[in-house]
């Protein structure tokens, strides 16, 4: 697992500020905000900043990694706040860090590559014009690689439960929301609410459609496979021991 180091905000640069609340569709029964809450508020934070930047670039954004850290859960009723920046580039991709506080303390980090693709989300195509004047300032001349890390496939022991995507989980592009693949974590921690903090990382590696699917676990590692058996996305998850 590669939970992400340390996000510290850019000396100089963009930062981009979003700001929620944790109400009654973010929690768990424990009314802690549940882990596809806080991708969504990235997500939200992430395109909220696109529009801001006034880039029009044709194309679309696809989340390829997201690893998470999380130091302490939002709160029912908690004002969150998302301070998010450009921390890496590539000439088809980029990769975006998060700082997500709660009363001015830090509950969470993120670092995302975000893909940049055809408007048909078929093929990449390269970073929209404009975009390294208003985010490459934040980056500091840092490249990323998107290439997968997880293992592609899971052992031949795992253990596999049914899942199934719903069309309310389908976004505008038909696909399963980015967000919505943290829920078959999520449903673990539910039934065993964590003590601490988590460091967790997910990878996309291909889109879902509503339907039966499944999720195999083996340690610390999720495949979720759509009803043809191809893996989808990988999740990883721990306690996280930096965690109080």
Request: proline share 8%.
């Amino acid at each position: 697992m590669h939970p992400p180091t340390t996000v510290t905000l850019p000396p100089e640069g963009r930062v981009f500020r979003y700001r929620d609340r944790v109400t009654l569709a973010d929690v768990s029964p424990a009314g802690r905000a549940r882990l596809d809450a806080l991708a969504r508020w990235l997500q939200d934070a992430a395109y909220e900043d696109a529009l801001d930047s006034g880039i029009d670039g044709g194309g679309v954004w696809v989340v390829r990694r997201l690893a998470l850290r999380v130091h302490r859960f939002p709160r029912m009723l908690e004002d969150v706040e998302v301070a998010t920046f450009c921390s890496g580039t590539a000439p088809l991709w980029a990769e975006r860090s998060s700082l997500m506080t709660c009363g001015g303390a830090v509950a969470a980090e993120a670092v995302a590559v975000w893909v940049h693709l055809q408007p048909d989300g078929a093929r990449p195509r390269p970073l929209p014009a404009g975009f390294d004047a208003i985010y490459a300032p934040s980056a500091m001349g840092r490249r990323v690689r998107a290439r997968l890390r997880h293992p592609p496939a899971p052992p031949a022991g795992a253990q596999v439960r049914p899942w199934q995507f719903r069309g309310a989980d389908l976004d505008l592009a038909g696909h399963v929301n980015n967000a919505v693949y943290w829920t078959a974590l999520e449903e673990e921690l539910v039934a065993a609410e964590p003590a601490g903090g988590l460091a967790a990382e997910i990878e996309h590696r291909a889109a879902a459609s509503a339907g039966p699917a499944t999720v195999h676990a083996d340690g610390a590692m999720r495949w979720i496979a759509g009803a043809d058996g191809a893996v989808v996305a990988t999740l990883t998850a721990a306690q996280d021991a930096s965690s109080p």
